[in-house]
């Protein structure tokens, strides 16, 4: 069954716009190719899926290797703000860019609605 892309810019276009301090949303697969995005102007969709799924991989790799269990996401804090990775099912991340005031309690709990709607969508 194809993917319902359409559904999915949907979801992220309304999680960006409803959540405090998020700045942008992106769904890509596992292997670094966008799906859907809702990214702020100026970033290219391709290289900010590319860049997700390496770092998805790379945190799967360190939390096996280091025996902390399954991984649950990756948070990359910089001056500006954060980008937080998320699995969302067995093919899929899902990206949020957030910035620098945003309540991390909040956006942790908003991301895991977001989850379990992105991936009724993906299946």
Do not use: W
């Not at 001056?79 to 998320?86: A, F, M, R, V």
């Amino acid at each position: 069954m194809p993917i319902n892309t359409e559904k999915l810019t949907h979801i992220l276009q309304d999680f960006v716009s409803t959540t405090a301090s998020v700045q942008g949303a992106a769904m890509v697969t596992t292997d670094g190719l966008p799906l859907a995005s809702s990214l702020p102007s100026g970033m290219d969709e391709e290289r900010v899926s590319a860049m997700s799924a390496a770092m998805l991989s790379l945190g799967e790799r360190i939390s096996r290797e280091l025996v902390r269990g399954e991984m649950d996401r990756i948070y990359v804090h910089g001056d500006e703000g954060y980008s937080i990775l998320t699995s969302c099912g067995p093919d899929a991340v899902f990206l949020v860019l957030a910035g620098r005031d945003a309540k991390q309690g909040v956006l942790m709990l908003e991301i895991k609605r977001a989850v379990v709607e992105l991936e009724l969508v993906l299946k």
